[in-house]
């Protein structure tokens, strides 16, 4: 495990040989079932901070045991997803803006998830004289390659403009362990900095750098070629995904969706 890029808090942990208990927090979670786990962990300090090289905050990890859901387990999710975003969000009224962000590259499989999130996100600015509050907006910016301008300048800029209350970023992830791969959902209160897992990091999203609260959803997609072995002939930045890649992330973009949607919205869609 030692030296492996990952952006999964358990992983981090068992990285540097910490016993998940001293940073884990008691979460009880809908729908109990043997085949979804839900771990929630909060670094609550400074000296934790810079030991884990991670932000102060919480983060949820709910994990399945297979990228193949069905409408049983799918629904189990949402509401869970649903009800960890309800503990994050702050409070909100009738005039509170929301902007969901896509972040990575949509031309790219396992990196297309904050994309097709967000176009399954119920968009409310638009709607005027609705009872649908508070007010949400989406925009996946894509990747610097694509537009010349870096994806945190774009939101940036948009912040200043729109100047929402609260981001709720969606992102692929980088994973240490295969079986986590499409399997397990992040959900933090303390920003993102894109790329860092594939060790390509951008500017950082959170409160201090964009001056609004910020809440993200990521999951592993990828994974190094080096981490599953040690083959010196192995390119280090060769990196891994799934066959599949295409179906997995259009169910879990839906799944996710759609817990944001509930959380925000108490609706899942609109038929």
Do not use: W
Not at 66 to 89: A, G, M, R, W
Not at 98 to 123: F, H, M, R, W
Not at 216 to 231: H, S
Request: hydrophobic share 40%; aromatic share 6%; charged share 25%.
């Amino acid at each position: 495990m030692k030296g492996i890029k990952t952006d999964i808090i358990s992983e981090i942990l068992e990285q540097q040989q910490i016993e998940a208990s001293k940073y884990s927090v008691p979460f009880k979670y809908k729908n109990d079932r043997n085949d979804i786990k839900i771990d929630h962990f909060t670094i609550s300090n400074k000296y934790q901070s810079k030991k884990l090289n991670r932000p102060i905050g919480e983060y949820y990890l709910i994990d399945t045991k297979s990228t193949y859901f069905d409408d049983t387990i799918n629904n189990v999710i949402v509401d869970n997803i649903s009800e960890i975003l309800t503990k994050l969000l702050p409070n909100i009224d009738n005039n509170f803006e929301i902007i969901v962000v896509g972040l990575g590259n949509e031309k790219i499989q396992s990196d297309s998830l904050g994309k097709k999130v967000c176009e399954n996100i119920i968009i409310t600015k638009i709607l005027s004289n609705s009872n649908f509050k508070p007010k949400i907006s989406a925009i996946a910016p894509s990747v610097m390659g694509e537009t010349g301008i870096e994806s945190f300048d774009i939101i940036s800029g948009i912040i200043k403009r729109v100047k929402p209350h609260l981001l709720i970023i969606i992102d692929s992830l980088c994973a240490g362990h295969m079986d986590r791969l499409g399997k397990s959902i992040q959900i933090t209160n303390v920003g993102i900095i894109p790329g860092a897992g594939i060790n390509n990091p951008k500017k950082k999203f959170t409160k201090s750098t964009l001056g609004c609260d910020v809440i993200t959803i990521g999951v592993p997609l990828m994974i190094y070629a080096k981490t599953l072995c040690n083959d010196k002939c192995i390119d280090d930045e060769l990196i891994l995904t799934f066959h599949d890649i295409d179906l997995i992330v259009d169910r879990l973009s839906s799944i996710i969706a759609k817990g944001i949607n509930l959380a925000l919205l108490g609706i899942e869609t609109i038929d």
